[in-house]
């Protein structure tokens, strides 16, 4: 069945147990992994992650994975991240076969309506789809308020419509930034507060003074010499750190999904190509270099570090200048070629 955009908040939260295969998929992939995260969430399930390539090369592994008891007796849902065509004869087979004990949850960029993956989700009363563009006025408010809600902030609509601009109204980047918030005014879905200007102005994104994406990119391209000059330009208290580190984060938010299709077998050009206009192009050389230098485990193990540097600086006593020189000059040696 094809969800609506009215629907699709009441399929995620309050999961059909029929469904056995949902597909999120569209120009906004940042919704599709949220609205994933979400019903993995609401399904209770831990994540268990197949790769494309394995289920093209045996089809029948994905019903074999999603029909399997797990070893230690909790739920567990499938997921699959990029999803394209090589699972399309899987996905069949499980759509076509008796009831699995896991559902299976599919991560894509834009798919055609002609793509044959999207007719199985949408075809099958025991398939989901749905596909996601980026939201704007209305409904990036709303996004940004149901967000807020989730994690226990009140949020007007003036305040939202901040936190929409200033994150470029990307859900994966709203609902990091406001974590971040929930977190600084002690927040809880059983203990819920009111987000204000004052908050966003004491810890929130969105400075507009200095290159602070300039930074992260000379430490993720291995520009040593270049980044200690830098560095040594920032002022002695250090407070461009937090703009800095998430310039860091939006661009390994950028990279992660590409670098995930990389290792799915498509070419970094490729990738870049079906980015369209949402990759600047001044960016394409850059972004080319950055997906051949850096493999996914060790993206992943670099935002793990950057969240954890940001929450050192905003609630701990370390030095920020020194703090966030030591950091991103160790992921500069790190990429550097062996």
Known sequence: MKASKTSIGRSVDQPNPDIRFYLF????????????ERLLEALGAAKFVVAAGAIKSDPAALTDEAGAMSLFGGKRAIWIEPATKDIEEGVAALLEGPPPESPVIAVAASLGKSSALVK?????????????????????????IDIGRRLGLKISPPVAARV??????????????LEKLALYLDASAQSPRELDHEAIDAVGAGSAEGDFLHLADLALSGSVADLAAELSALSPAGSEAIPVIRSLQRRLLMLAPMRARVECGETPDAVMTSMGRSLFWKDKALVGKLLRQWPATKLATVSERAAS??????????????????ELLAIARAARPR
């Open 25 to 36: 998929h569209g120009p906004d992939e940042a919704q599709s992994r949220a609205l994933a």
């Open 164 to 177: 929409a601009d200033g994150s470029g109204n990307d859900q994966a980047l709203v609902l990091r930034e």
């Open 120 to 144: 199985l989700a949408e075809g099958s009363p025991v398939g989901l789809g749905y596909i996601s563009y980026a939201p704007e006025g209305q409904d990036a408010l709303r996004m940004v």
């Open 309 to 326: 540097l940001e929450r050192a600086i905003l609630f701990g006593p370390a030095p920020d200048r020194e703090a966030l020189g030591e």
